[in-house]
């Protein structure tokens, strides 16, 4: 068998094909898995939503985009809007992108908060998981509570050494939280907010 002479040429050509073949390869599992993943997806924000806002078989669940938040809008059997499940992010994390799904009641208090997506230090901001920092927003009103971690002058208690990821989750229910009131009018009966 000859051996090739290695020019730009031959070269350009072998790594077009290993591209080729490769994203194709790629394209074959995403198609294959996609479907598993969507549906894990589903799962994940279906837990979320009963876990934030406490939904039953009898809840309605609508939904609704507001700019870049996704909101889950929970009717009870009168059609009465019981609260929302918004899906809601902060790119300041210490390494990226952290998404929760924030339950918010009609009156604006903070029903409770679920972490969908974080990749922050292990043992550090990680740790924005545990209740003994995400619960703390359960029950509280963003009328009466300052939603800003305590060193800025609120009333969040941060994560010990991950302040960055406390003020970016801060923010991302902050968010949900102002959003929520100013857009729940059109969601109510009727479209009049009570």
């Given at each position: ?35 598993t993943i ?24 609508d939904t ?9 809008l929970a ?120």
């Amino acid at each position: 068998m000859a051996k090739k002479e290695s020019t730009l040429k031959n070269m350009l050509i072998a790594l077009l094909v290993i591209t080729a073949i490769s994203g194709g390869l790629l394209g074959l599992v995403y198609g294959m898995t996609k479907d598993t993943i969507a549906e894990g997806d589903a799962k994940k924000n279906a837990k979320a939503i009963a876990e934030v806002l406490g939904t039953d078989e009898n809840t309605r669940l609508d939904t609704a985009t507001v700019g870049e938040l996704f909101y889950n809008l929970a009717y009870d059997d009168q059609d009465q809007l019981i609260g929302a499940a918004i899906k809601t992010f902060s790119n300041a994390g210490f390494n990226g992108r952290i998404e929760l799904m924030v339950g918010i009641l009609t009156d604006g208090t903070i029903k409770g908060v679920s972490v969908l997506q974080q990749s922050e230090t292990p043992g550090l901001g990680a740790n924005m998981v545990n209740p003994k920092f995400k619960d703390q927003f359960n029950g509280k009103n963003p009328s009466s509570y300052n939603l800003t971690v305590k060193k800025d002058g609120g009333d969040v208690d941060a994560i010990t050494a991950a302040t960055i990821s406390s003020r970016a989750f801060t923010g991302a229910v902050r968010l949900a939280c102002e959003s929520f009131e100013a857009n729940k009018a059109k969601f109510m009966k009727g479209g009049n907010a009570q």
